[in-house]
């Protein structure tokens, strides 16, 4: 507040100056009218005041930005989502400080700053202020808070309502379309924080100012949902990298300070305040501090980190993301299946993708996007060229790719009219399964696939199964991607490694930003690979068909801008006349103690992983290498109580229902 | 203690079962014997004695062992090495328990398992006994802890004065020659933590059995300066990983836990408290708990981190480890350059190599070991092929290789008998300085660097400034290889990537190791480069002779086996008639916050670094785009009176003694 006001004439586009410094200026306002809410300190609101009255001596003299973005352009920034952003924060403000202004100053933020701004983000770009999408709800709330601040009913209405006020557009609208029933935001959690954050502060302005609009029970309380979900889609304090995310994005991020604080206000669930702590920050708000002191008073308990399914899609029937955690722990093994819909226009062409976490870190993970937020020299921070080509593309993720080809042939609305048929989601403690198929993605492949985290006596930690199968009459290639993380250890093969010349492995579809650093043939059908990250050892071992072959991958190829970041893949390759099956064993192992020096376990404990078929039902049988047997069975038909069997080895493996875990002698022996 | 005893045949190498299992039981003796002393519970007393006789049943019918190392094999395990580290615990934890035991137990204990085992470490294996060298100090730990336990004195005057007694081997030969007068290790702090600890631990035993050797004061005090040394030696908790490091070792490895026990019960230097409580854990010995202790009394205060010269070298004229820090804060910017000897076998090749830590991290680093230590399936746990071939190459480090050649045509004998010539050490608060030359790395090239960090208000952070020279008068090629940690975003110059074939940089000494991944030209005889890692931007501005080329190489050529890291370095290559001059500046600047979403200072501060010479003298002109400038001038004559001047510009800058800091105006206006 010592430093000399600064209201640049807008010229640089993200992360340049005049960007950073409008950004800058509307967190000071924003700060300055909530210390003066808090404290009554009038220097605060004097501050805000000045600030605003500069703004109003040039804003309206203002035309559209000249760095404008591909997306609606701005005036004060390059894309109006920012102008939007920038009226929330000062609109708020000025509602904390404006009895401390003359009539005068009032009536010149008003005209010059509020109106002007509102004005142009509604009548003035109403293709985004209708749009049921997050840039939509920004302009709605930040338009609605100026009409609370102004006392301008009309602005709320609009904001409301949409801009004929009909109830087919604006905020109302956005509720209803854009969560789940769950609560899951169909572009993933990366943009659900960031479309909460208008969501969560106008609708806590409207229940201020208009509280019988019970606006936080509507549609069954589904803005509380969405900030749960938004919680349970983190994990090391990072959001899922699903779709379009920056990856170092998470639960401390300032719209979930601001929605973890206002969900505490209206649930007073203690395991919030676990949350809070994880954050570290507190923002200027009287909820915020409220979650400070009650963690002071010792209130905290564990957050209830979850095995969920989250629904997708406006009645929550287009696909899900499934979530199976090991244990409450936030650390513990977790898989994420992303039988998701597309997630429009920043979602990726990954149907059936998984990714893994565990002890903290990504283990088979899934690439985010290709960008540098907010910075000039990638780009100007936009996404980057390599983000379509190849980040949204399906090599790019732990989905199985057809003949090198993207998922819908990469062709958004096509994937966004077809979201997976899902089958049953079960947690029975030492089973948490999810299945789901989809016959769009190419013309004439059926995929399906089950992932299961099991827990049983002959591992010592939970395991996870994958089994992926493909149906089709015609040939094809089939390849199927894991983005390991950490250093190859060991493979039951010899790999034929690409020691002096390295080539791209395509030409197209993302291919072509793989270098192919080595080629190996699975060994009698059975592919097992083990890495070590940090102080765990990883394996994968897989049942595929014979003659399939392993292509190790390393990203970075075709990148003349060095945009990418160079990580590992190995990809299971068949080519097969009518579909594939692979049954996979991802499994967490031994300890690497470099402090005490040991290591324990380095070498995977399953035999084989068989893999056996018997009408529309599937067993898979995991031997381990002290003779224990796993087997999970899968149901082709998921309904409740219909009978199932296998033949395995000459037995029958028999079951109700879809699925059911048999474990083994060990596990039973011991009373499990 | 409840689980069965398990004393297996020998048969695994290091990482194997019986490997590990010796170790264990190895630890559950010592851990027993120890809680016996701290508790007087007798239980702790009898599982010792019970594991003791158990080895003492087996240990005498043990022949060599069957996966015996190319280094002395041991019997229990695959090196004698570790059989020294066996009895250094077992020998320990007989003498807390030995009174509890019957006069045939003990019989049994001392001749089956003690004395065979000591008269196997010490006259069976005279080469590793009398050696001056870090198994030799294991070697006659663990005997004459041996000789304390049965009270035999024989063993503890061989322990201390070699086989013959002469004193020309032994314990305190080794105390006079491992460790210069500093208390540095030659052969770096991985090895010093290894070294440390039998060094601590029989000492501390001499002197409860025989204070009047006052062995802990004998050269000044070296055994506590060897403590602190190790110390000093870390960053963000993990050594300095010169030489064969493994990285992930540091101060929480049970060798300084130990170590810095027994240096604070010498010492009272509360500041020790904080690195056990960095440490984070504790050994069951008595000064272990009076830590834990004095930690919870509140006694704790900063360790005192130092800019500080550590000599190398018996009588310390060997070369040096300068460790530069911008301040006492631990994960502040802190530049270490390599001066030092060769290290003997474990030594790398690479004079007047530096690196850089910052904000907790490495930002330009050095290799360390190609090994993974303990892990079975990668060689057995040994040094990879890849160690020599590539990690102790000049090109894997930060240090000038001339015709891509390695130092001293990498001959480890050559490079012992040769150590650098050290310049003057300076620490003036605002200017951090070391430099050094040597002309015996490479035959007709005489090579000198000088480095400083440089503290002026025309940067917000310290800087490190580099010049280094080679001086010949035939036709050479001059690598500057820079091992950067990140994502690069900003170049001064166009890159030519490789972006659809990738090859290995060279042939031979190491270059078969790196891609190549792209090529630039200097922009008029400036290279500048810039790269994100984690919230941090950090520069390097080079001035290069026109016409230098700027390689980006990335290593994991030449490596099939996936041995090797992934990580990308540019290198600066000249080719020139008659040497060549390099000045650079590396700058940390910026901050990228994805969490709040903004980006400050992304590009250097740096518009131009230029480098003029005078006779013997250079000054380094560093200006910034905000039109400061700021010099550096360093002396060709290092006497502490001597005039020196350099033409600059026009201008005559003049300066007394070795080195001068001239700082920016903004600098001298503010009144610093």
């Not at 990954?350 to 996007?369: Q, W």
């Not at 595929?544 to 292509?551: F, K």
């Not at 380095?602 to 049988?621: A, C, M, P, R």
């Amino acid at each position: 507040m010592r430093a000399p006001i600064a209201v640049p004439t807008p010229k640089d586009p993200g992360g340049g100056y005049t960007h950073e410094q409008h950004k800058r200026n509307a967190s000071l306002i924003y700060d300055a009218g909530q210390m003066y809410r808090l404290t009554g300190d009038a220097d605060y609101a004097d501050y805000a005041g000045k600030l605003m009255l500069a703004y109003a001596d040039v804003y309206p003299s203002w035309g559209l930005h000249p760095a404008k973005k591909e997306q609606s352009p701005g005036r004060m920034f390059w894309q109006n989502l920012n102008e939007s952003m920038w009226l929330l924060n000062v609109s708020q403000s000025y509602a904390a400080i404006k009895d401390t202004l003359t009539p005068d100053q009032r009536a010149k933020i008003e005209a010059d700053v509020l109106r002007n701004m509102a004005d142009f983000l509604s009548d003035g770009s109403p293709e985004t202020f209708n749009k049921v999408h997050n840039h939509g709800t920004w302009a709605t709330a930040a338009v609605g808070l100026t009409g609370y601040a102004i006392g301008d009913e009309n602005y709320v209405e609009q904001a409301l309502l949409g801009l004929d006020k009909s109830g087919e557009a604006g905020f109302l609208k956005q509720m209803d379309k854009l969560f789940s029933p769950d609560g899951y935001y169909n572009e993933g959690p990366y943009y659900q924080r960031f479309a909460l954050m208008p969501f969560v502060v106008f609708a806590q302005a409207v229940q201020q100012n208009e509280p019988e609009r019970e606006i936080f029970e509507k549609r069954d309380g589904i803005l509380k949902k969405a900030i749960y979900a938004t919680i349970q889609q983190n994990y090391g304090g990072l959001f899922f990298p699903i779709n379009d995310a920056i990856k170092d994005k998470g639960i401390a991020t300032r719209e979930l300070l601001h929605g973890v604080a206002i969900a505490y206000d209206l649930t007073g669930d203690t395991g919030l305040l676990s949350v809070a702590e994880a954050q570290g920050k507190y923002v200027l708000t009287p909820e915020s501090r409220a979650l400070s002191e009650d963690i002071a008073a010792g209130k905290m308990t564990d957050f209830d980190y979850r095995t969920m399914r989250l629904g997708d899609g406006e009645t929550g029937t287009e696909g899900a993301l499934d979530i199976i955690r090991a244990s409450t722990d936030p650390d513990d093994l977790v898989l994420v299946v992303k039988n998701t819909s597309q997630g429009l226009g920043h979602g990726h062409f990954d149907k059936l993708g998984f990714m893994v976490f565990d002890a903290g870190r990504e283990i088979l993970r899934d690439y985010g996007a290709a960008r540098f937020l907010n910075i000039e020299s990638k780009y100007g921070g936009h996404y980057l060229v390599e983000n379509n080509a190849f980040a949204k593309q399906t090599i790019a993720h732990n989905a199985l790719v057809v003949d090198e080809t993207s998922h819908f042939g990469g062709d958004v609305e096509l994937g966004n009219q077809n979201a997976p048929v899902l089958g049953t989601f079960t947690d029975t403690g030492d089973l948490k399964i999810t299945s789901a198929e989809i016959d769009t993605a190419y013309p004439d492949v059926l995929m399906d696939r089950t992932m299961a985290m099991i827990t049983d006596a002959a591992f010592p930690r939970a395991i996870v199964v994958d089994l992926i199968e493909a149906h089709s009459d015609n040939p094809h290639q089939y390849d199927l991607p894991f983005y390991y993380n950490g250093q190859l250890t060991e493979t039951n093969f010899k790999i034929t490694a690409d020691t002096t010349v390295r080539q791209p492995l395509g030409q197209d579809n993302g291919y072509q930003y793989l270098w192919r650093v080595g080629t190996a043939s699975a060994i009698e059908g059975l592919s097992q690979i083990t890495w070590l990250l940090d102080r765990t050892f990883y394996s994968v071992t897989s049942s595929v068909p014979q003659n399939s072959n392993v292509i190790f991958a390393e990203i970075g190829a075709n990148d003349p801008d060095f945009n990418l970041r160079r990580e590992p893949a190995f990809i299971l390759r068949t080519n097969s006349l009518n579909g594939v099956s692979i049954a996979s064993v991802i499994e967490p192992h031994g300890e690497y103690n470099p402090t005490v020096e040991y290591t324990l376990n380095s070498h995977s404990n399953v035999k084989s992983v068989q893999h056996f078929e018997t009408g529309g039902d599937d067993y898979i049988l995991i031997e381990t290498k002290d003779g224990q047997r796993v087997g999970l069975g899968v149901s082709g038909d998921m309904t409740e109580n219909a009978a199932h069997s296998v033949s395995v080895d000459g037995a029958v493996m028999r079951w109700t229902g879809p699925y059911k875990l048999f474990h083994s002698d060990r596990h039973q022996s011991e009373g499990n």
